[in-house]
């Protein structure tokens, strides 16, 4: 959150030489499929993305080993950026965390869902929910004269769909991503 954050404070040069540019990738500028998540169209687009992330925190405690985050914002980053360079060809440029958030909401919520956490369960329906109006109206012009800019939401999708197929890869989903706790030796018992 912090990074993000530090990133905004550079403004308008940071943002154009981190930018998802379809163009400038093309011509082998490939960071920008992953420093595009980090930058924004301003502080209140950061505000809305850093209160995304404090709501998955609050939603899925389950402390993370960094190696298991750090993948994971990885390939989010590229599978949604990659999504909306070959899937979305029109789309110029894109800032914004919000499609990796929702993937890594997929990631937090589904296992918990499974463990019938009904809050998950809701958590889950309604990120299909929104979803899948997003995919059948778009955004609301209200949300995107507030960022200042036009909300990608093809970008939500991307991530929770390459958040769905990591979770199958790497075993989210069925407990396997996550290290094995081992036995305090103190609370052992013979």
């Known amino acids: ?98 499609g990796v958030i929702h993937g890594l909401f997929v990631l937090g919520l589904l296992p918990q869902a499974r463990k019938r956490d009904w809050i998950a369960i809701a958590c889950l329906a309604y990120l299909l929910g929104k979803l899948g109006w997003e995919v059948i109206t778009g955004t609301p012009v209200s949300d995107e004269r507030e960022i200042g800019g036009h909300v990608v939401t093809q970008a939500h999708l991307f991530g929770s769909i390459v958040a769905f197929f990591y979770g199958l890869v790497f075993g989210t989903f069925s407990g396997r991503e996550m290290p094995a706790k081992t036995a305090d030796p103190s609370t052992a018992t013979t």
């Open 1 to 98: 959150m912090l990074l993000l954050v530090i990133l905004e404070a550079f403004g308008a040069p940071v943002r154009a030489a981190l930018q998802f540019d379809h163009a400038q990738i093309a011509d082998g500028q490939w960071w920008r499929l992953l420093s595009g998540s980090f930058v924004h169209l301003g502080w209140y687009h950061l505000m809305l993305n850093e209160i995304g992330i404090a709501v998955l925190v609050l939603l899925c405690p389950d402390p993370l080993p960094l190696k298991i985050w750090l993948r994971r914002l990885l390939i989010l980053c590229l599978g949604m950026s990659l999504g909306l360079y070959f899937l979305v060809p029109d789309l110029t440029t894109y800032v914004g965390m919000s």
